[in-house]
């Protein structure tokens, strides 16, 4: 270690098992040890309070979430105009439409490249605009329907 000369390849290779041993896997094995010891210890607390309950604690979770729970209410519009809106919307047919064109309008993003020519550029951005109209059409039927 002399100076204006930098550290010599290979010099000292002990210090390499080292840092694996101490630094790596020994500081690896104390967190594990630590985060096991906070989520034992977090459980044994959260089951004081139902030590002398007859129930199992998945018995008592699926208690607690129907309790819990509201039953959902569904929208259904009276307007009738506005409520066939809703019916075409909420209709399978609408969601695989939507679902199609986006999977299309993704695959059509992706198909640019470097130097394309100009026709395919076109291309692109006329449907590009083609699927902006229809996802603005597709908002604006939602945004009514709902």
């Keep these: 270690f002399a100076e204006d000369h930098g550290p010599v390849f290979d010099n000292r290779k002990y210090v390499f098992l080292f840092y694996m041993i101490y630094i790596i896997i020994l500081a690896f094995f104390m967190i594990n040890i630590f985060v096991g010891f906070v989520i034992v210890t977090f459980q044994r607390e959260g089951e004081a309070p139902y030590a002398d309950c007859g129930l199992d604690k998945n018995q008592r979770n ?10 959902a209410k569904m929208f259904i519009p009276k307007d ?39 026709l395919y550029t076109a291309f692109l951005d006329v ?5 902006t109209v229809f996802f603005t059409f597709e908002f ?7």
Excluded at 62 to 71: E, F, G, H, Q
Excluded at 127 to 131: A, D, Q, R, W
């Design 62 to 71: 699926c208690i607690d979430y129907v309790l819990s729970k509201n039953p």
């Design 80 to 118: 009738p105009i506005q409520y066939k809106i809703w019916a075409f919307v909420t209709s399978p047919f609408f969601e695989y439409l939507v679902f199609g064109a986006i999977c299309v309008n993704t695959v059509l993003l992706a198909m640019g490249f470097y130097n394309q020519p100009e």
């Design 127 to 131: 449907m590009n605009l083609v699927f």
């Design 140 to 146: 604006t039927v939602k945004l009514a329907g709902f």
